[in-house]
């Protein structure tokens, strides 16, 4: 049952990402026997120099990609089952093309990532995996025709480039991402999205009386990440009151002291902090016309 619900928070979570960037199909079907891919990711034509704020994952979406997470680690055959359906993808592009009768540009074929949180050194040497100069360590490339790499997510180095990939690893390792995640500038992009993703994976989690150890450390670490950000919330909620209560009433009290004053001033007094609108109280005592307010605004 567990599987399921981190697979949807994988789906989820890839699709959050990628979003900006070109169309995400999660869960697509593909031709033969019944299968899906998890993530099929098609970039926009014009590409964005901001997908270099995704790291290593923005370097798998400068093409088309089928990104196959897992939550354990992938098998052999699992690992073959994702490049039959990559082979299914390209067979279905070419008869696509040859119906149109255009060629099927290399650029147009996929990619596959098959990202599992560990895998042996044994499995890895049964596909022949090399590593890639200019790549980081942990992603192990196979040969060139069959378009796959395997990602390590455990090998990941920790660093900033990696961060959106740990944080679909296991145990340390995505605990330590979740961590990073949390101390991420606050108007970073998709920080809060994703915090909201992980605070959700925790609640399905909690839910579920049968969960691996992994599973409920996670939900340990994530309790206090979780009380803590709410509790802000609660706090930001208050203040943000407490502020337009503090904005109304000064416009009031201007409005019955100088007169009406126009909508660009009123905008400028809702820039104001708490701090400066309890100045601005104090020295609306000392005005008599619009113009008082706007040197004191211009100060």
Known sequence: MTRFIHDKFAKDYLEELLKDYGEVKSSEKVSGEIKEIDVFFTPDKQQSSNLQILGLLGRFAENPALIEPFRNPASTDEICDCILKLLEVKALLRREAKANK???????????????????????????????????????????ALRTAIVAIHQLPQIPETLWLRLLGRGSVQSQA????????????YQKATLELVYNLRENLRVNQELET???????????????DREQAKQEGRQEGRQEGEQHLIIRLLNRRVGEINESLIERIKGLSIEQLENLGEALLDFSKVADLETWLNQ
């Open 214 to 228: 992994d599973d409920r450390e996670l939900v340990m670490r994530l309790e206090p990440l979780y009380q803590r």
């Open 102 to 144: 255009t060629k099927l540009q290399d650029s147009e074929i996929p990619k596959l990532w098959v990202l599992t949180p560990t895998i042996s050194e044994t499995r890895l040497s049964s596909f022949g995996t090399m590593q890639k100069e200019g790549w980081l360590s942990g992603v192990h490339f196979l040969a060139d």
């Open 178 to 189: 979740i961590i990073e995640l949390q101390a991420l500038p606050l108007n970073h992009p």
